[in-house]
């Protein structure tokens, strides 16, 4: 069964930084495409950024925080990470990492059969 656990979510000032983390526990995540989402309130979840399964090599991000984040991925730590910079008030939302080893690269919710808990971002103008 897959787990995934994120972390690195907190109160930041319009401009700032922050690193999220989505780890799982298992010896395949590898394997496994990852992507993160984000839902604000009163708002629908929407797509953030993708990594594809194995090397990681290949990358997607939706247009809004396209040269602000990036994704990453540690093998050795069976960790996903998403740096994120210049970060806007409209940032803020709760984040969600998804996997799936179905693809081994997705953008959209319904490809994802793996879920976290999410953890909350605060972006504070």
């Known amino acids: 069964q897959v787990q995934l656990v994120e972390s690195g979510g907190g109160l930041v000032q319009a401009g700032g930084s922050l690193r999220l983390s989505c780890a799982h526990s298992?010896?395949?995540?590898?394997?496994?495409?990852v992507a993160w989402f984000r839902q604000a309130p009163g708002k629908e979840r929407e797509f953030v950024a993708a990594?594809?399964?194995?090397?990681?090599?290949?990358?997607y991000y939706a247009d809004s925080v396209k040269g602000r984040f990036t994704i990453s991925r540690d093998t050795a730590k069976n960790t996903v990470y998403l740096q994120m910079s210049s970060l806007k008030p409209e940032d803020t939302a709760i984040y969600y990492c998804?996997?799936?080893?179905?693809?081994?690269?997705?953008?959209?919710?319904?490809?994802?059969?793996?879920w976290g808990q999410g953890t909350q971002v605060t972006v504070s103008s």
């Open positions: 298992g010896r395949t995540f590898s394997s496994y495409a």
């Open positions: 998804a996997a799936t080893n179905r693809l081994s690269m997705a953008t959209t919710i319904g490809q994802y059969d793996y």
């Open positions: 990594i594809s399964s194995w090397t990681g090599g290949t990358t």
